[in-house]
């Protein structure tokens, strides 16, 4: 995984806690999964891609 990627993730999750002091999973989800989702277009993996959208359906409840 790229470094950048990392780096822009490790800076929002930061920027998350100053602002809204959690640290919880909730809070810092969809920071992740930008990460992910930033990481699979860079590479286009397509099990990765379907991993991502089957984690969403079952976050969401669909």
């Known amino acids: 995984m790229s470094r950048l990627l990392i780096t822009q993730y490790q800076a929002e999750v930061e920027k998350i ?3 809204g002091g ?3 999973e909730t809070s ?3 920071a992740f999964e ?3 989702n930033d990481y699979t277009q860079r590479s286009y993996h397509p099990r990765k891609i379907q991993y991502l959208q089957v984690c969403r359906l079952q976050r969401t409840g669909d």
Do not use: A
């Open 34 to 36: 930008r990460l992910l």
């Open 17 to 19: 806690i100053r602002y």
């Open 28 to 30: 810092i989800r969809n």
């Open 22 to 24: 959690s640290r919880k």
